[in-house]
């Protein structure tokens, strides 16, 4: 069982930067792949990012890509998504999810079923 906690939202201009965290529980942390997903208002829910359990291998959805980075410090159980260069289109509520499987399998990492666990979101809001 894994439990995670968004932070780092907010309010923003368009062109400015935040960065999100999510913080983990669980000793076994280092073996679940992450994902950043982010839901607008009657949006369906889509990831932005994705990570292996070792970090060593990323994926983005091409509107975030060159824009958007994901990272992850296995020792303090913490999963980061640093936004650059942000866009109005970019509001929405951010969620971090864990998942047991393999991210690489078929594009799995945009899936929402490939993900067993999820944080209760952030919302970020980019001005224009």
């Known amino acids: 069982q894994v439990q995670m906690v968004e932070s780092g939202g907010g309010l923003v201009q368009a062109g400015g930067s935040l960065r999100l965290s999510c913080s983990a529980s669980?000793?076994?942390?280092?073996?679940?792949?992450m994902g950043w997903f982010r839901q607008a208002p009657g949006k369906e829910r889509e990831c932005v990012a994705a990570i292996s359990w070792s970090g060593g291998t990323t994926y983005y959805a091409d509107s975030v890509k060159g824009r958007f980075t994901i990272s992850r410090e296995n020792a303090k159980n913490t999963v980061y998504l640093q936004m650059n260069s942000l866009k109005p289109e970019d509001t929405a509520v951010y969620y971090c999810?864990?998942?047991?499987?393999?991210?690489?399998?078929?594009?799995?990492?945009?899936?929402?079923?490939?993900?067993?666990?999820w944080g209760q979101g952030t919302q970020v809001t980019v001005s224009s």
């Open positions: 669980g000793r076994t942390f280092s073996s679940y792949g």
């Open positions: 999810a864990a998942s047991t499987k393999e991210l690489s399998y078929h594009s799995s990492w945009r899936f929402l079923s490939s993900y067993d666990y």
